[in-house]
């Protein structure tokens, strides 16, 4: 089992950056694929960015494809989301998720555990 934390979220103007962390605990940090979902208000929960457990592969939603980039440091169980250029359609708490699997995937039903998510708010 593992246990999500993100941080990292806040106010920022368009144009701008923030890196979003998303702690994990566990001691097999390195077995799991993970994931960033955003959801905005009024909205359904949507696919952002995920990368597997070796890093070697990742996968980005055509929205914020050449803006984001997910990574991960499993010496530190911490999985990042650099996110530059943002707009206001960025809006949006963003969520942390995990599934036990070499595999990273793009629908949120695949992730078994979720961090309770950090508000990303990108005014124009």
């Known amino acids: 089992q593992v246990q999500l934390v993100e941080s990292g979220g806040g106010l920022v103007q368009a144009g701008g950056s923030l890196r979003l962390s998303c702690a994990a605990s566990?001691?097999?940090?390195?077995?799991?694929?993970m994931a960033w979902f955003r959801q905005a208000p009024g909205k359904e929960r949507e696919f952002v960015a995920a990368?597997?457990?070796?890093?070697?592969?990742?996968y980005y939603a055509d929205s914020v494809k050449g803006r984001f980039t997910i990574s991960r440091d499993n010496a530190k169980n911490t999985v990042y989301l650099q996110m530059n250029s943002l707009k206001s359609e960025d809006t949006a708490v963003y969520y942390c998720?995990?599934?036990?699997?070499?595999?990273?995937?793009?629908?949120?039903?695949?992730?078994?555990?979720w961090g309770r998510g950090t508000e990303v708010t990108v005014a124009s």
């Open positions: 566990g001691r097999t940090f390195s077995r799991y694929a």
């Open positions: 990368i597997n457990w070796s890093s070697l592969n990742t």
């Open positions: 998720a995990a599934r036990e699997s070499e595999y990273a995937r793009r629908e949120f039903v695949d992730y078994r555990y």
